[in-house]
């Protein structure tokens, strides 16, 4: 640990009187140490200008907290935009492209991605229950509120089918997302996946449709849902033609999901489910850069909002710069909704590596130009605004030896690495500041800046509430009705420095590799996707006590996932998950192995002689009873106390004495101890069986 040292210790009245006892020491003619002596308004004096220096040398600048936090590899975090769900009801099929804005008020949200959406959305949904059907119609899903759809039933099987109806057949080669609400709200809850690639999937399932050869696969472009286990967005390309079918007595242009890998923990609930979503974020884009590879035919296609209503740009890419093309061809290609920008092929430089498009709003277009830069040191560029993404802020400043010609600059931390070749800059997006070098530190510009990306956010204040976003683009459309149906969320405004650190300490007092037994408890109960209800590592000697092989470097741990009925085993897709998951913080040459839990149950014998007048004695006593036991359904190997059991019997108000008290257990590796006392192995956890009670009244 680093001394925490301070260097403003004395005050101003022990400065003074340290130096005026050190007079007699070093001049002792001097006896007049009154105010009105000049000598003694002199140490006043540099007793001042000491204690000042001492604060002053004590203080820590902002510039240096930050660097201590780049040390530990922190940085505070920037802005984060809000985010929603936004359906969509439309009179015809319809394009939304990436950036198209939507309204809350005067608060703009855009979306995410290309979405098409559909006139007609799901009409019906069809799912199976022993053999039975159950329907949810157009009415039910568009009633706003929580459906409780179970698409594979309640005890899912490989080959169960879900079924999905609509009225027109889909589209074909386009990408259509659905949007699912899963239901969640468990007494144990699911880990969120945050790295979908290393995730082993519980189920997963194929999407169909039916053509005149029958049910054929369709392309299922993603899952963020892992087969229904979570919300999240499904997307399909369908490039067959569709042909209607009867399910239960129901035509319609079905497309049916069918469960091909099951290792679910619990039956997927679906809540709500509609392929006209769209995920927005809150932000505002005023100019946007694409970066684009050299075309042939010197034709770029462009499918974002502002690509086709904004103003245009396109810059040829070569090692000296990017040099603004003079003369561009914009035309809006409606059947496929692009804007297609066409430049002279013989501008091509031969030294020419690609293309820089930037698209503008026609006001943005016009004070895009920050500021103009001098040449000097430590220039500063107010934006005046500090409501701008950290992220897609960007700018190129003109080459002021050649014309048309402009060079690209790189967004840093800090100067402490940069070099006086290095064109960086600091964007201060709390202060709305632009920042430059020191010519030592980062080079200084000169001639003209400009900001080629800028998007506006407003952080924690897009957190808008449900049915506020309301409206698509800047009029209202009647043919299109737009709601968000929940509250939008995630919105952040950027980290102050004091909640980095806080958030540094916690994240070093988390540890980082799985060292002490609790390290591997806590790391498995974090397995993403998972639900796991307890856990606990075995020592090597309970192992070898129940005849087991223990190896010095094996960890084993009895894990208990979260399933509605007790399992003998542990499903294989638990298994890779958490083992994967250790693999990230395991000691090296340690082996890890999964025990399933070992579940004891009890049954309880008992004689109880009640007290009159206590008709529910027998409801008070089986719910003391249950309570009891359920106080050890977390507990890995626990010793069941006799003696407590019979306390708590005894104590009830209702009961006059016990008569006589047992316990019967049934399982493996159990022991008894004199007191009689139940005694679990180490991965057995004690469940109650049974209670047969005899009861008497007191005379």
Same mark, same amino acid.
């Given at each position: 640990?680093?001394?925490?040292?301070?260097?403003?210790?004395?005050?101003?009245?022990?400065?003074?009187?340290?130096?005026?006892?050190? %007079?007699?020491?070093?001049?002792?003619?001097?006896?007049?140490?009154?105010?009105?002596?000049?000598?003694?308004?002199? =140490?006043?004096?540099?007793?001042?200008?000491?204690?000042?220096?001492?604060?002053?040398?004590?203080? %820590?600048?902002?510039?240096?907290?930050?660097?201590?936090?780049? =040390?530990?590899?922190?940085?505070?975090?920037?802005?984060?935009?809000?985010?929603?769900?936004?359906?969509?009801?439309?009179?015809?099929?319809?394009?939304?492209?990436?950036?198209?804005? /939507?309204?809350?008020?005067?608060?703009?949200?855009?979306?995410?991605?290309?979405?098409?959406?559909?006139?007609?959305?799901?009409?019906?949904?069809?799912?199976?229950?022993?053999?039975?059907?159950?329907?949810?119609?157009?009415?039910?899903?568009? =009633?706003?509120?929580?459906?409780?759809?179970?698409?594979?039933?309640?005890?899912?099987?490989?080959?169960?089918?879900?079924?999905?109806?609509?009225?027109?057949?889909?589209?074909?080669?386009?990408?259509?997302?659905?949007?699912?609400?899963?239901?969640?709200?468990?007494?144990?809850?699911?880990? !969120?996946?945050?790295?979908?690639?290393?995730?082993?999937?519980?189920?997963?399932?194929?999407?169909?449709?039916?053509?005149?050869?029958?049910?054929?696969?369709?392309?299922?472009?993603?899952?963020?849902?892992?087969?229904?286990?979570?919300?999240?967005?499904?997307?399909?390309?369908?490039?067959?033609?569709?042909?209607? +079918?009867?399910?239960?007595?129901?035509?319609?242009?079905?497309?049916?999901?069918?469960?091909?890998?099951?290792?679910?923990?619990?039956?997927?609930?679906?809540? +709500?489910?509609? /392929?006209?979503?769209?995920?927005?974020?809150?932000?505002?884009?005023?100019?946007?850069?694409?970066?684009?590879?050299?075309?042939?035919?010197?034709?770029?296609?462009?499918?974002?909002?502002?690509?086709?209503?904004?103003?245009?740009?396109?810059?040829?890419?070569?090692?000296?710069?990017?040099?603004?093309?003079?003369?561009?061809?914009?035309?809006?290609?409606?059947?496929?909704?692009?804007?297609?920008?066409?430049?002279?092929? @013989?501008?091509? &430089?031969?030294?020419?590596?690609?293309?820089?498009?930037?698209?503008?709003?026609?006001?943005?277009?016009? +004070?895009?130009?920050?500021?103009?830069?001098?040449?000097?040191?430590?220039?500063?560029?107010?934006?005046?605004?500090?409501?701008?993404?950290?992220?897609?802020?960007?700018?190129?400043?003109?080459?002021?030896?050649?014309?048309?010609?402009?060079?690209?600059?790189?967004?840093?931390?800090?100067?402490?690495?940069?070099?006086?070749?290095?064109?960086?800059?600091?964007?201060?997006?709390?202060?709305?500041?632009?920042?430059?070098?020191?010519?030592?530190?980062?080079?200084? !510009?000169?001639?003209?800046?400009?900001?080629?990306?800028?998007?506006?956010?407003?952080?924690?204040?897009?957190?808008?509430?449900? @049915?506020?976003?309301?409206?698509?683009?800047?009029?209202?459309?009647?043919?299109?009705?737009? %709601?968000?149906?929940?509250?939008?969320?995630?919105?952040?405004?950027?980290?102050?420095?004091?909640?980095? /650190?806080?958030?540094?300490?916690?994240?070093?007092?988390?540890?980082?590799?799985?060292?002490?037994?609790?390290?591997?408890?806590?790391?498995?109960?974090?397995?993403?996707?998972?639900?796991?209800? +307890?856990?606990?590592?075995?020592?090597?000697?309970?192992?070898?006590?129940?005849?087991?092989?223990?190896?010095?470097?094996?960890?084993?741990?009895?894990?208990?996932?979260?399933?509605?009925?007790?399992?003998?085993?542990?499903?294989?897709?638990?298994?890779?998950?958490?083992?994967?998951?250790?693999? @990230?913080?395991?000691?090296?040459?340690?082996?890890?192995?999964?025990?399933? !839990?070992?579940?004891?149950?009890?049954?309880?014998?008992?004689?109880?002689?009640?007290?009159?007048?206590?008709?529910?004695?027998?409801?008070?006593?089986?719910?003391?009873?249950?309570?009891?036991?359920?106080? &050890?359904?977390?507990? /890995?190997?626990?010793?069941?106390?006799?003696?407590?059991?019979?306390?708590?019997?005894?104590? =009830?108000?209702?009961?006059?004495?016990?008569?006589?008290?047992?316990?019967?257990?049934?399982?493996?590796?159990?022991?008894?101890?004199?007191?009689?006392?139940?005694?679990?192995?180490?991965?057995?956890?004690?469940?109650?069986?049974?209670?047969?009670?005899?009861?008497?009244?007191?005379?």
């Amino acid at each position: 640990m680093l001394p925490n040292i301070s260097l403003d210790t004395d005050r101003y009245k022990e400065i003074l009187d340290g130096a005026r006892n050190m %007079i007699v020491s070093q001049y002792p003619e001097w006896t007049d140490f009154n105010y009105h002596d000049p000598g003694i308004t002199m =140490l006043e004096m540099f007793s001042w200008i000491k204690e000042s220096q001492q604060y002053y040398i004590d203080q %820590i600048g902002e510039e240096n907290r930050k660097k201590f936090l780049k =040390l530990l590899g922190v940085q505070p975090r920037a802005k984060v935009p809000a985010r929603a769900e936004v359906q969509l009801i439309a009179g015809d099929d319809f394009d939304v492209l990436k950036g198209t804005k /939507f309204y809350a008020g005067e608060t703009c949200f855009e979306a995410d991605e290309r979405i098409y959406i559909l006139k007609n959305d799901i009409s019906r949904c069809v799912s199976f229950e022993e053999e039975e059907a159950r329907i949810v119609n157009r009415w039910q899903l568009n =009633l706003g509120g929580k459906l409780k759809i179970l698409p594979f039933g309640r005890e899912p099987q490989v080959n169960n089918c879900f079924y999905l109806g609509f009225d027109e057949a889909l589209p074909k080669n386009i990408a259509l997302r659905a949007q699912v609400d899963v239901f969640d709200d468990y007494k144990v809850k699911r880990t !969120p996946i945050v790295d979908f690639q290393a995730f082993y999937p519980l189920a997963k399932m194929v999407v169909e449709v039916n053509t005149k050869k029958g049910w054929q696969p369709v392309t299922l472009i993603s899952d963020e849902s892992n087969g229904f286990l979570c919300s999240g967005s499904i997307n399909i390309f369908i490039d067959l033609d569709m042909e209607p +079918s009867m399910i239960e007595e129901l035509e319609a242009y079905y497309l049916r999901l069918r469960l091909t890998r099951n290792d679910y923990d619990v039956p997927p609930v679906i809540q +709500s489910i509609s /392929f006209n979503s769209i995920a927005v974020r809150q932000r505002d884009t005023q100019s946007e850069v694409m970066d684009l590879p050299l075309a042939g035919d010197g034709k770029y296609r462009a499918a974002t909002e502002l690509s086709i209503s904004g103003m245009s740009q396109i810059y040829l890419k070569a090692s000296s710069g990017y040099h603004l093309v003079p003369k561009v061809i914009k035309n809006i290609d409606y059947e496929n909704n692009c804007a297609v920008f066409e430049i002279d092929v @013989n501008l091509f &430089y031969d030294e020419a590596e690609g293309v820089r498009l930037v698209n503008s709003t026609s006001s943005f277009a016009n +004070s895009s130009v920050a500021g103009y830069g001098t040449g000097l040191p430590l220039q500063e560029i107010d934006i005046h605004n500090k409501n701008i993404e950290y992220e897609s802020f960007e700018i190129m400043t003109e080459d002021t030896e050649v014309a048309d010609c402009y060079l690209s600059w790189v967004k840093v931390s800090d100067f402490s690495t940069s070099t006086p070749e290095d064109r960086h800059y600091v964007f201060d997006s709390a202060a709305g500041i632009l920042k430059f070098g020191d010519c030592k530190k980062g080079m200084a !510009p000169e001639g003209t800046i400009l900001i080629i990306g800028y998007v506006r956010t407003l952080g924690i204040g897009g957190n808008v509430k449900q @049915n506020t976003i309301n409206r698509i683009g800047q009029e209202d459309i009647p043919e299109i009705k737009v %709601i968000n149906k929940a509250n939008a969320v995630g919105g952040e405004d950027e980290e102050t420095l004091d909640d980095c /650190f806080k958030r540094a300490r916690r994240m070093l007092k988390k540890p980082r590799s799985a060292v002490t037994y609790a390290d591997y408890e806590n790391y498995v109960l974090q397995t993403p996707g998972l639900m796991i209800e +307890s856990c606990k590592v075995i020592p090597a000697n309970l192992i070898r006590k129940q005849g087991h092989v223990a190896a010095d470097m094996k960890i084993s741990i009895v894990v208990k996932p979260f399933y509605p009925e007790r399992a003998e085993t542990i499903s294989d897709a638990y298994v890779r998950n958490i083992k994967s998951y250790l693999d @990230n913080f395991r000691l090296l040459g340690t082996s890890i192995e999964l025990i399933a !839990p070992e579940y004891v149950g009890v049954t309880v014998y008992a004689d109880i002689t009640v007290k009159p007048h206590y008709q529910n004695a027998q409801t008070l006593i089986e719910e003391a009873v249950k309570y009891f036991f359920f106080g &050890y359904k977390d507990q /890995f190997g626990a010793e069941v106390i006799y003696s407590e059991l019979y306390g708590i019997i005894d104590r =009830l108000d209702c009961v006059s004495y016990v008569a006589d008290l047992s316990m019967e257990a049934k399982g493996n590796g159990i022991s008894r101890t004199k007191e009689g006392n139940i005694v679990l192995p180490a991965n057995g956890v004690v469940l109650l069986s049974d209670t047969q009670f005899m009861f008497s009244v007191e005379h």
